[in-house]
């Protein structure tokens, strides 16, 4: 069976929590994951400056950043990673203002199961590709009007 591998950075204060988190991803058949783990979003954002990841799994609340700031800073360092938040926090006021920042999926991790988390892995990772290809397309759209406006003026 042909798997692929998918870079994921974990950005997950609590290494039990991280550990768990791993090993959910390790049961996925499908895909075959290689983790960086990182305890503050500091660690990370400098990561996201020096690499790129297929994705970003992070909580809302580090020990130096907290609610959806932390989207917000992750979003801002790599603008084209899609980022999916991982929570104990079950309150649907924070997934929903998480969603409407760019969040791709807001999973409480008391619940999380394999399937559950590769499945939104997964589709963060083929809406966000859809999104990107769609901002391209019409950009280049606008390019192109813009230079026949200039063409006729």
Known sequence: MNTEMMKILLIEDNLLQAQIIEKLL???RQVKFSVEVVTTAADGL?????????L???DLYLPDS???????RVQAQAPDTPVVVLTNIDEEVVAVKSA???AQDYLV????TSPILVRSIRFAVARHAIALETRRHYEARITQLESRLSRHS
């Not at 907290?66 to 917000?72: A, H, I, N, P, W």
């Not at 991790?109 to 999380?112: E, G, M």
């Open 56 to 58: 970003v799994l992070t």
């Open 26 to 28: 390790d049961l996925s």
């Open 46 to 54: 400098r990561r996201l400056a020096n690499e790129s990841y297929a």
């Open 109 to 112: 991790k008391s619940r999380l």
């Open 100 to 102: 409407e920042k760019g």
């Open 66 to 72: 907290y609610g959806v700031d932390t989207l917000e």
